[in-house]
């Protein structure tokens, strides 16, 4: 007990410092809204995915929508563990489905800042840590932290579980990865991070534990059994990724976002093609930042892999910098170079950040589209 009290005290500042910067996203939000005359609380649980992981909660799999073009959406393209989690919450509390989803996307947005906070300071130290937790919550698209989501939920047991594993707390690290794979696709990511350490630790070592084995095999389990479980609802081994494909989300190695880009360079206004190949350009000189800061092997392979999976899939542009959003060791460069600012610096640099990522979440939340 005493343990868990000095953790828990030991990262108090960056539960605090993440609360601050989600608070301020939350607040222009909510004077956004009441300038336009819409309801903030509705943005948050109520409209795009959301409504989605509540109907599954309310009523179970099995709804589909056809579009206009005769393409049809099912609910199986949504996982489990966040309408389980709604549903549980709901028998147990007097809220709807709808509010008992926006209580389980916060509760997991601290538990993730403190899984984040863990994970960064093994790696940068304790202010690091703090530094690197803020800056999560100050991403462009963290009022998506806020709303009824899964990004949440999967950040916290993916940061858990690579903390479980930088520790060698292997099933540990193995079982939170079964809940990452329960809650959203881009848990492949973790899975290769805990597999590839396993195998370059072996290599190095020339043994396998018990224990290493047993989190390696548990680890896709979560994945896998939903991906069995819709084949056999649909009687066909392929059919979550017709689900997925129905939705525009099949895998094609980055051809769409080539298409994409190449379209905006070439159309009216060619600057958002060159705004994006900018953006593209970014990402990868963070990724390079990444490399060359040296971060353990399973925090890295983790970050480039969610980066790899939301950049050659066929989904949404726009949707793109969301999938981004639970790799938070690209963030680690950043962080790092923050915490060797004083104080007053850090701050006024995240008080900042927290301002326009709530400006620019405030935009999208009150707009026609999807974040």
Not at 89 to 116: F, N, Q, R
Not at 211 to 228: D, E, F, N
């Amino acid at each position: 007990m005493s343990r868990l009290h000095d953790r828990s005290a030991s990262a108090a500042p960056a539960l605090w410092g993440y609360a601050a910067v989600r608070a301020v996203g939350l607040v222009v939000l909510a004077v956004a809204a009441a300038v336009a005359g819409e309801d903030a609380l509705h943005r948050l649980n109520g409209r795009w995915d959301s409504v989605w992981y509540v109907r599954i909660a309310e009523h179970g799999y099995g709804h589909e929508v056809t579009l206009p073009d005769g393409s049809v959406h099912s609910d199986l393209a949504f996982f489990p563990l966040l309408p389980a989690l709604e549903r549980g919450l709901a028998a147990l509390l007097p809220v709807d489905a709808a509010t008992a989803g926006l209580v389980v996307s916060w509760a997991a947005s601290l538990a993730a800042a403190w899984g984040i906070y863990a994970v960064g300071a093994q790696v940068a130290g304790r202010r690091g840590g703090v530094v690197l937790a803020v800056l999560w919550g100050v991403y462009p698209t963290a009022f998506v932290q806020s709303m009824a989501y899964t990004e949440t939920l999967f950040t916290a047991l993916a940061a858990w579980s690579l903390y479980a594993v930088l520790r060698g707390r292997w099933i540990w690290a193995g079982a939170l990865c079964v809940g990452a794979g329960l809650t959203r696709p881009s848990a492949a990511a973790l899975v290769a991070a805990l597999g590839i350490t396993a195998i370059v630790t072996v290599v190095k070592e020339r043994r396998v534990t018990a224990r290493m084995a047993a989190g390696v095999l548990l680890a896709p389990l979560g994945w896998l059994g939903y991906v069995v479980f819709v084949a056999v609802r649909e009687g066909s081994p392929t059919a979550y990724f017709e689900v997925q494909s129905a939705w525009g989300n099949s895998i094609d190695g980055g051809v769409a976002l080539a298409r994409f880009v190449w379209e905006n360079l070439t159309g009216p206004v060619p600057l958002a093609g060159v705004g994006l190949c900018a953006a593209l350009a970014l990402v990868g000189w963070v990724v390079w930042l990444c490399v060359r800061q040296r971060q353990p092997l399973p925090v890295l392979v983790y970050g480039i892999g969610i980066v790899v999976i939301s950049l050659v899939g066929a989904a949404y542009f726009g949707s793109r910098p969301r999938l981004m959003m639970p790799a938070f060791p690209l963030l680690l460069p950043a962080a790092v170079a923050l915490a060797r600012l004083r104080d007053r610096t850090v701050v006024i640099v995240l008080a900042g950040l927290a301002l326009a990522s709530g400006a620019y979440g405030a935009f999208t939340l009150l707009g026609p589209g999807p974040p």
